[in-house]
């Protein structure tokens, strides 16, 4: 079970997604997987860090300015916390003390082959209710290329957190406080 949350660059995806993991620890839904929030540097997006929901935990994933291997656009991705975060959604599609991952975000680099893109061919088996962030215009190609149909598709622009957390325990059968 697969739902998407959907908004252009810089239109709040992580921060919802932020959101709904603490309604969801809140109300004892375990939540594993990352955010990817963005830091600024002179009103430019100047990097990103991998944010682990269940461990609590935070690496540096990708930096302007820097030279090296994994580059995508201007940013170079940290190829420890690539291997790292691959390795954390891998594991827990199969840990059952998880009810819930999220993933922020799959987008070009993953259609490419790269980035979360090992760990969501493992995803994308798994029944574990998840909740992908992805841009509106690459749904068909991320829905294609990872053979699903998701259980919903919410807009970030037109969705509260408290109506798509509402709708996914609904679906999953999630029982909240």
């Known amino acids: 079970m697969i739902f998407l949350l959907t908004g252009d660059s810089g239109s709040g995806k992580t921060t919802l997604l932020k959101e709904l993991a603490s309604k969801f620890t809140a109300n004892g839904i375990i939540t594993g997987g990352f955010t990817a929030p963005g830091s600024w540097l002179n009103g430019k997006r100047s990097g990103f860090t991998l944010h682990d929901l269940y461990n609590k935990l935070d690496y540096v994933l990708a ?36 009810d819930l991952i999220v993933v922020d975000e799959v987008g070009p680099y993953e259609l490419s082959g790269k980035g979360w893109a090992p760990a969501l061919n493992i995803l994308a088996k798994s029944p574990r209710p998840q909740i992908w962030a992805v841009r509106p215009e690459l749904i068909a190609d991320v829905q294609s290329r990872w053979a699903f149909t998701p259980s919903a598709v919410f807009p970030v622009l037109h969705q509260k957190a408290d109506i798509i957390f509402r709708e996914i325990c609904k679906q999953c059968n999630f029982s909240t406080k």
Do not use: P
């Not at 691959?86 to 840990?95: C, G, I, P, R």
């Open 63 to 98: 930096e302007t300015g820097k030279s090296g291997s994994e580059m995508y656009g201007r940013f170079v991705f940290n190829e420890e916390t690539l291997k790292s975060g691959n390795h954390l959604l891998s594991t827990q599609a199969a840990q059952n003390d998880i």
